[in-house]
C-alpha cells in the first residue's frame, strides 16, 4: 500500500456539497482533496431550477452568476394527470443552470484556489483510526483529519457500509427512477412547470443558453411494467398528461437520456464512524420542492463552519460532530417531512388531480406551501 499525500480535509463527491465544501476549505488555508468517479464537464439527472437562497453563497463562493445573464423564474405552472392546471406567483423564485455548466464552474473554481481534484476516481474505502481518515482507491491510500462524504444518493459506499437506507425494503418513499433531457422548445419565460402522471412529475425550465431542461422522476415499476423501455414508459404514461404530449411531440430533444434509478426518500444519518455526510448523503428532499441543490450548498457551509472550528483547535471532534449535526437537523429536518407529505400525493392520480383541483381556490395556502419547503439565503 502506497501513503500519498496527507491531507487537512478529503472529500469523496465532487457535485454540488462537495465542491462548495471544499472551495471554503481551501479559502481558509487547508490542504484538501476532492475524489469524484466522473470526468467533468458531465450531465446529471437534475430538474436545474435552483432557487433564490444559493444565490450569494454561489456568487460568495467565486460563480459570477450576475454576469451570465441566467433564466429568471418566478412562476410556478402545475398540471394534474388529467390536464387540470394551477398557476401560482414563487415566494421565493429561483433561477435556471445546467449541471454540467454550474459543476464545472464549481470545479474550475476549487483547483484555482488550490484544491486538489481527482477525477474518475472512485474511493473504495474510509477508515478511521488513530484520529486520522485513510481513504482508499485504485491501490492508493491518502490520509486526512476529516473525511466528508458528498457522494449524493446512493454511491458503491453506502452499499457497502450497508447504511440504514440501503437495507430498507421497497416503500412509498423509495426505489425511484429519475430521466433527464435538455430540449429546444418555446416555453412562456421566467416559468416552472411541474406535471403530474401515473405515479410521477414532470418539471420542464429553462437553462442557459435558451435550453431548456426535462426531468422526471416515476417508480422502478412504471418502467417494469413498460418492458424497462424508457420510450416505452414515456409513450404509455407520462404523454397521458396531454400537457406532457405536446412537449413529447413538438421538442427538439438535444440529449440521450441521463438516467438514474433506486432514488430514496428515507432517513439518513448526518455523521457515521466520525464522517461527516453532506448534501443527498445527509438526507434527500423530494425533487419537486425544487430545493435540494440550494440544501446541498447550505448543507456545506454549516460543516465548514464546524470543521473550521475543529482544525482551528477550537472544539473536540465529538463537539463538531454533534453540532455538525445539530445545525442540519434544526435548518432541513421539516423541509424533509413536509417534501415527504407532499411527494404521497403527487404519486397518485387520483390524489393529485383532487389536490391541484382543490388548491386551485387557495393561492396564499400554495405559497405556504411552498414556503414550508424553502429557507432563507445563507
Ligand atoms: C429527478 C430529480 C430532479 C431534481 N431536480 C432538482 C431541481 O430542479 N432543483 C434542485 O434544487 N434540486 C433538484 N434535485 C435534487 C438535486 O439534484 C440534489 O439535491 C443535488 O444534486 C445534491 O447534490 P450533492 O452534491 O449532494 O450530490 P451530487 O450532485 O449527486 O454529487 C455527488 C457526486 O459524488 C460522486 N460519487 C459518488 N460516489 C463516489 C465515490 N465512491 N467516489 C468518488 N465520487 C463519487 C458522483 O459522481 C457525483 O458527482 C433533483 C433530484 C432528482 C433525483
Not at 423509495?174 to 410521477?200: E, M, S, T
Not at 440544501?295 to 463538531?320: C, G, P, T, V, W
Amino acid at each position: 500500500m502506497i501513503i500519498l499525500q496527507k491531507y487537512d480535509v478529503a472529500i469523496i463527491g465532487g457535485g454540488l456539497a462537495g465542491l462548495a465544501l471544499s472551495i471554503q476549505c481551501a479559502k481558509a488555508g487547508y490542504r484538501s482533496i476532492v475524489f469524484e468517479k466522473e470526468k467533468y464537464p458531465f450531465h446529471k439527472v437534475c430538474g436545474e431550477y435552483i432557487s433564490f437562497e444559493a444565490w450569494d453563497f454561489l456568487e460568495r463562493l467565486g460563480v459570477p452568476l450576475a454576469e451570465m445573464n441566467l433564466p429568471v423564474i418566478r412562476k410556478l405552472l402545475l398540471s394534474a394527470p388529467n390536464g387540470k392546471i394551477l398557476e401560482q406567483k414563487l415566494p421565493l423564485g429561483g433561477f435556471g443552470i445546467s449541471r454540467y455548466k454550474l459543476d464545472n464552474l464549481l470545479a474550475d473554481i476549487a483547483r484555482k484556489n488550490g484544491v486538489e481534484l481527482l477525477e474518475n476516481i472512485k474511493v473504495e474505502s474510509v477508515q478511521f483510526e488513530n484520529e486520522i481518515f485513510n481513504i482508499r482507491y485504485a491501490m492508493n491510500t491518502v490520509q486526512a483529519q476529516i473525511a466528508a462524504c458528498s457522494f449524493g444518493k446512493r454511491s458503491n459506499l453506502d452499499i457497502k457500509w450497508k447504511r440504514n437506507f440501503t437495507l430498507q425494503k421497497n416503500n412509498r418513499l423509495n426505489n425511484y427512477i429519475g430521466v433527464k433531457y435538455h430540449l429546444q422548445a418555446d416555453f412562456p419565460d421566467g416559468q416552472i412547470a411541474l406535471h403530474n402522471f401515473k405515479n410521477g412529475y414532470c418539471g420542464i425550465s429553462q437553462v442557459e443558453d435558451g435550453k431548456y431542461c426535462l426531468c422526471y422522476m416515476t417508480t422502478a415499476k412504471n418502467l417494469r411494467e413498460n418492458g424497462n423501455s424508457i420510450l416505452q414508459m414515456e409513450k404509455n404514461i407520462i404523454q397521458k398528461n396531454p400537457h406532457l404530449k405536446k412537449i413529447f411531440s413538438s421538442s427538439g430533444f438535444l440529449t440521450e437520456p441521463v438516467t438514474i434509478s433506486q432514488i430514496s426518500f428515507d432517513k439518513k444519518s448526518q455523521v457515521e464512524n466520525h464522517i461527516l455526510f453532506v448534501g443527498d448523503s445527509a438526507g434527500m428532499i423530494t425533487p419537486l420542492c425544487g430545493n435540494g441543490m440550494s440544501m446541498a450548498l447550505h448543507a456545506s457551509k454549516l460543516a465548514f463552519d464546524q470543521i473550521y472550528f475543529f482544525l482551528e483547535n477550537k472544539i473536540s471532534r465529538k463537539k463538531m460532530e454533534n453540532s455538525y449535526q445539530r445545525q442540519w437537523r434544526f435548518h432541513f429536518r421539516k423541509r424533509l417531512s413536509t417534501g415527504r407529505t407532499l411527494q404521497r400525493f403527487f404519486g397518485n392520480t387520483a390524489l393529485s388531480n383532487l389536490l391541484i383541483a382543490s388548491l386551485k381556490p387557495f393561492p396564499g395556502l400554495v405559497s405556504r406551501l411552498i414556503r414550508a419547503t424553502h429557507g432563507q439565503s445563507f
